[in-house]
């Protein structure tokens, strides 16, 4: 994989250089595939008809995909909107997946033990920022077995100081998780996130949502 750092140098590339000079010279690129709506070079001027033109002056063979289609067009953009809407159904149909957050298992403040509910904590590093709330998941861990589960994902409005973690319980399991790396697939969205005044009422919740995860994940 090769990821493009979109800094000044390469927001002012025309399209001719970016086929010249970085499709051929710097990558070598024989053929290239995007989508039909692909657009390319300062200003965005180079399109699918010109990537094939000015490949094809460089040996580089272009191709274009049509879009895929669920009645509307299926985009990145569409997925985030359906995950900053808690609409993980949504989310799920179009990735074919439930959407994960994968990390290395921190250690924490033990507060999660300390309510009998032990979690996973994971940062959510750069990943698309769901809705805040509680959700029920399925828990990859890294010898690849799976376990059903249920995270908050949030900032932890009832303690102080405010931080923004994934906290994954996992339904069946009782070992050491630090330091391993998880994923951990958002199945269902439950409830948002609420601020409780006393800890027994947040246990009362906890349990709710322990109940309503397993049966949205069907236990």
Do not use: C, W
Not at 36 to 55: I, N, P, S, Y
Not at 81 to 99: K, P, V
Not at 100 to 112: C, F, L
């Amino acid at each position: 994989m090769l990821v493009f750092n979109f800094d000044k140098a390469l927001a002012v590339t025309s399209a001719e250089d970016f086929v010249g000079e970085v499709l051929a010279k710097q990558i070598g690129a024989a053929g290239v595939v995007t989508g039909d709506d692909f657009t390319f070079g300062r200003a965005r001027k180079g399109d699918v008809e010109a990537l094939r033109h000015l490949g094809h002056g460089h040996g580089i063979l272009a191709e274009a995909v049509a879009p895929v289609l669920d009645g509307a067009r299926i985009s990145s953009g569409r997925i985030r909107e359906a995950l900053i809407e808690g609409d993980t159904a949504t989310a799920t149909h179009l990735l074919s997946r439930d959407f994960a957050i994968e990390g290395v298992v921190q250690r924490g403040d033990r507060r999660g033990r300390e309510l009998g509910y032990p979690t996973a904590n994971l940062s959510l590093g750069d990943y698309q920022r769901p809705k805040y709330g509680i959700y029920a998941v399925r828990v990859t861990l890294d010898d690849e077995s799976e376990y059903p589960g249920v995270a908050n994902l949030g900032v932890r409005p009832t303690f102080d100081p405010a931080q923004e973690l994934l906290e994954a319980h996992i339904f069946g399991f009782d070992g050491d998780l630090y330091d391993r790396t998880i994923e951990v697939g958002l199945h269902a969205f439950i409830r948002e996130e609420k601020k409780f005044d006393e800890v027994q009422a947040l246990i009362v919740q906890m349990r709710e949502d322990e109940a309503a995860a397993r049966e949205l994940l069907a236990l």
